[in-house]
């Protein structure tokens, strides 16, 4: 039955103050996360997004309450990009949901008012931004040769300009170069004959670009930075490298100097993992796909490698010791960082980037829930398993043959081969983390 105008006018008022209160508890919850882990870009960025919004909302509106839960997207958004269009996507559902229960849909109008807001928002958040970068004290960067190589073809290069707005504040002699895929690594050798052994290299891209600037850095004995801008960045979330481009650029400046472990293969050294199955297969079909449709694609290309996913029949081997596997496996991975799976994915317990060994994961063919149990079981164990699954083993050394070609990913560069000896190299990598 349809409502008055006084009584839809009542409900959406004491549904926007409950909604209000609740943005501004989580407000506090993420303000006081940021504070306590140091990330204090973070911290101004979000407050200002939040602030903006907040304060203009009500100007417009005349209503305190108006607009609940667009500030505190606004704001997420900002610091965390890689999760920013499933925020907006939750948030114009639940608009929706909560006009529809009213019998007022929301209009075209409402729609423009929130998006002139949340535009207005981020620019007071990048002003401001780069207003305290070019306060606060820049650290060790200041003193050194520094050259940014940026891959233009990885997930944004947005997220890379606005790093690099960040660093030549902080560095106004930096030498930035933005180029291709096809150019990268010709580019990464001209970035380190050009700041030499004392000076860093700061590469802004995926996986795959991150793994071969490291690869390089590491046999040049040059310093590494990293600015995620990928669609995964697991190497950048296994060493706490934040993904907000302002505060990773504020890492870079001020953070510290630490020794990581690579991994070595017949194609070169490796950040992440080596892996072989569905895994390698999805790398392979999206390693032609560019810029902005990549986050559309992978879900697609995800699910269609799943529901085509074949039996692994390989012959594995830890430190020389064969491992038995009844079952066909439907997934091998060899980690040398510890995250697994981008902004879905999770942290292997037990592991880090500093320890010394290889990972190792085989996940065999079993029922749907039977792999979902699998992973849990891993998550909460440190352990080799041999049971619902899942073999988890680690070791310095890992060697993997299949009987017939198959496709196997090096951070994810896909290549055809039968074998992969892999072996890891302790402390190969100086980079700086936050």
């Not at 030498?175 to 690594?185: A, F, K, L, P, T």
């Not at 892996?275 to 449709?293: H, Y």
């Amino acid at each position: 039955m349809p409502f008055d105008e006084t009584t839809i006018r009542a409900r959406l008022h004491w549904i926007d103050k409950a909604l209000s209160v609740a943005e501004l508890y989580l407000v506090v919850v993420v303000s006081r996360r940021l504070y306590q882990k140091g990330m204090k870009m973070s911290l101004v960025s979000f407050l200002t997004s939040f602030t903006t919004t907040q304060a203009m909302s009500t100007l417009l509106t005349g209503d305190l309450y108006s607009n609940p839960g667009l500030g505190v997207i606004t704001a997420l958004g900002r610091i965390n990009p890689s999760i920013r269009n499933l925020l907006w996507g939750a948030y114009g559902l639940g608009a929706q949901m909560t006009q529809s229960a009213v019998d007022r849909p929301l209009d075209g109008r409402s729609i423009m008012n929130k998006a002139l807001l949340a535009g207005a928002a981020t620019l007071s958040a990048s002003y401001t931004e780069r207003v305290y970068a070019s306060l606060v004290p820049k650290g060790r960067i200041k003193t050194k040769k520094a050259f940014l190589v940026v891959n233009q073809d990885s997930g944004s290069h947005v997220l890379a300009r606005r790093a690099a707005r960040i660093l030549r504040l902080i560095h106004p002699d930096i030498q930035v170069s933005w180029v291709g895929r096809d150019e990268i690594e010709s580019e990464l050798d001209r970035a380190i004959s050009a700041v030499g052994v004392e000076g860093i290299l700061i590469v802004a891209g995926g996986d795959g670009t991150v793994s071969l600037a490291c690869s390089k850095a590491s046999k040049a004995g040059i310093c590494l930075a990293i600015l995620p801008a990928g669609t995964g960045n697991d190497t950048a979330r296994s060493l706490l490298i934040s993904l907000h481009p302002e505060q990773a650029a504020m890492q870079i400046a001020n953070g510290k100097e630490r020794q990581i472990d690579l991994g070595e293969s017949p194609l070169g050294r490796f950040a992440h993992a080596v892996t072989v199955g569905m895994t390698a297969e999805f790398s392979a079909s999206v390693q032609k796909v560019r810029g902005k449709l990549r986050p559309l694609v992978y879900p697609y290309n995800a699910l269609a490698v799943f529901l085509r996913r074949k039996d692994l029949h390989a012959d594995l081997s830890i430190d020389g010791a064969p491992i038995h596997i009844a079952d066909p496996m439907i997934q091998l991975a060899v980690i040398n960082a510890p995250r697994l799976g981008g902004r879905l994915g999770v942290t292997l317990p037990g592991a880090s980037l500093d320890d010394g060994f290889l990972h190792v994961i085989a996940l065999y063919k079993g029922a749907a829930r039977e792999s979902l149990r699998s992973i849990v079981h891993l998550l909460r164990s440190g352990q080799q398993i041999t049971k619902r699954g899942v073999v988890l083993g680690r070791g310095r050394e890992v060697e993997v043959r299949t009987k017939t070609k198959t496709v196997f990913s090096v951070d994810g560069e896909p290549v055809e081969t039968t074998s992969m000896s892999l072996a890891v190299r302790p402390k190969a990598l100086r980079i700086i983390v936050g």
